[in-house]
């Protein structure tokens, strides 16, 4: 069974602080990794999407993948309240026909 | 900006029915998912279906579910038989060909089985 694990939080920042999400998986051949932003009660957002190892920036956001540690994380710069919410890591299966997500980390941002 | 949408948002059957949920996916896309997220769990894969057949089904998607694309813009989740446990948020996405692993999702319809 192919896995994807984030620790589950809350994880608190301040605004204006860096806050950083992490996330493993277990298929070692998974080649695109995703990161989504669920708020409560709403569908998953696609913020941020690598294929390459190192670091790939968007704005405040910045994914970085280590495929050696079978390692995901997203950093958000700048925190606001706004990004408040569940992430989820997302890991697409070998045959590019499924997203195996993580259960998601949720992010609190206070003012 | 193109949108996945799904209806309707919310839908209440009893145990035993059959519930059709729609989508009609991004106009230029050719990829076509299902998820579905139980209150408080995780989103888990359900069908994924490409060029009017099944590109891969996980273990929840058994003979009480089937998909159909019965049109140019539709995309169809059927549940025969619903149990309680059916119970949960439905999405619907879809990705481009020139950009096939990034998937889009629908707003999601909530089936509640009595």
């Known amino acids: 069974q192919k896995e994807v694990e984030q620790n589950s939080g809350p994880l608190s920042v301040p605004e204006g602080a860096i806050a950083s999400l992490n996330c493993t998986y277990s298929?070692?051949?998974?080649?695109?990794f995703f990161w989504y932003r669920q708020y409560s009660g709403k569908s998953p957002e696609l913020i941020m999407f690598?294929?390459?190892?190192g670091d790939k920036e968007d704005g405040r956001f910045t994914a970085q993948l280590n495929k050696a540690s079978q390692y995901v994380s997203l950093l958000i710069r700048d925190s606001q309240p706004s990004d408040s919410a569940t992430y989820l890591c997302?890991?697409?299966?070998?045959?590019?026909?499924?997203?195996?997500f993580g259960k998601g980390t949720t992010l609190s941002v206070s003012s | 900006e193109p949108e996945v949408t799904q209806t309707p948002s919310h839908q209440v059957t009893q145990m035993g029915q059959e519930v059709i949920l729609r989508c009609v996916p991004i106009?230029?896309?050719?990829?076509f998912y299902w998820y579905r997220q139980i209150l408080g769990q995780k989103v888990e894969f359900l069908v994924s279906?490409?060029?009017?057949?099944?590109?891969?089904k996980s273990e929840i998607f058994d003979d009480q579910f089937s998909v159909e694309r019965p049109d140019g813009s539709n995309f169809t989740l059927k549940i025969r038989s619903t149990k309680l446990e059916d119970s949960a948020m439905y999405f619907c996405?879809?990705?481009?060909?020139?950009?096939?692993?990034?998937?889009?999702f629908g707003p999601g319809t909530r089936l509640t089985v009595t």
């Open positions: 996405a879809s990705s481009g060909q020139g950009s096939r692993n990034e998937q889009y």
């Open positions: 298929d070692r051949g998974s080649q695109s």
């Open positions: 690598i294929y390459s190892n």
């Open positions: 997302a890991v697409e299966n070998q045959a590019g026909t499924a997203l195996i």
């Open positions: 106009s230029n896309h050719l990829y």
């Open positions: 279906f490409y060029n009017n057949e099944i590109s891969e």
